[in-house]
């Protein structure tokens, strides 16, 4: 057990909904990393906020948006969804803002339909 | 940018065989190398890191030494055991500021089966 957790695990949806992925890191852990995982591009990097603060993104869509709030939880929102959105959504923590390791909920399996 | 090059696979080995899975990066500065690991349904779990050239991580027999010169963080383990099946993900976190700040590049991955 990593010690991040990541609800709901499993999430099916129509095209055109909107969707909330909640992740919770390990206690302490003031960093916040979403990846997004499929089959065609991999592990891709979407964004990273620290102590509430935005801090990278990486290849997210304009349709997706997230924020960490004050009790350190991040929410993932996609909106306006697609079937190329279906995908593996992992949440990672770690204890600083770079270079080290993360520790990785177990995801949430988003399936569009 | 940062990127990642792993072997291809799938690979499919014998239990007790010997391991070599091959990782080459490209960053700029200095960066952490890592290798995860990716059981089937479950999340990634760190396996070994390194942060400096020459560095060795190891865990649960499984060793990688980080290569400044080959730019290679090649994974090894001596005898392998059907519970190492699983998808092996080579990673690297680079120094930097903007969209590099903090995050983790990722490796193709690949899917390694041991058999009885």
């Known amino acids: 057990d990593s010690g991040v957790t990541q609800t709901p695990k499993h999430l099916i949806t129509a095209t055109g909904q909107r969707v909330t992925l909640r992740c919770s890191p390990r206690s302490g852990d003031l960093s916040v990393y979403w990846y997004q995982q499929s089959l065609d591009q991999g592990l891709q990097f979407l964004i990273h906020y620290y102590n509430g603060e935005e801090r990278a993104k990486g290849n997210i869509l304009e349709r997706f948006s997230a924020q960490q709030f004050p009790d350190l939880h991040s929410e993932l929102n996609l909106s306006s969804l697609e079937l190329g959105d279906s995908a593996l959504y992992f949440c990672?923590?770690?204890?600083?803002?770079?270079?080290?390791?993360?520790?990785f909920g177990q995801g949430t399996r988003l399936t569009v339909v | 940018g940062d990127s990642v090059t792993q072997m291809e696979g799938p690979v499919t080995l014998s239990e007790e065989a010997f391991l070599t899975i091959n990782c080459t990066y490209t960053?700029?500065?200095?960066?952490?190398l890592f290798w995860y690991v990716q059981y089937p349904g479950e999340g990634l779990q760190l396996l070994l890191k390194?942060?400096?050239?020459?560095d060795k991580g190891s865990n649960k027999g499984f060793e990688a030494t980080y290569r400044k010169e080959t730019t290679s963080f090649h994974l090894e383990k001596g005898s392998v055991q059907v519970s190492d099946s699983a998808v092996y993900f080579c990673a690297l976190s680079a120094p930097g500021s903007g969209t590099s700040y903090g995050k983790l590049t990722f490796g193709q991955g690949t899917i390694l089966t041991v058999h009885p």
């Open positions: 960053a700029t500065g200095y960066p952490s």
């Open positions: 990672a923590s770690s204890p600083r803002r770079q270079g080290t390791e993360a520790f």
């Open positions: 390194a942060t400096k050239a020459d």
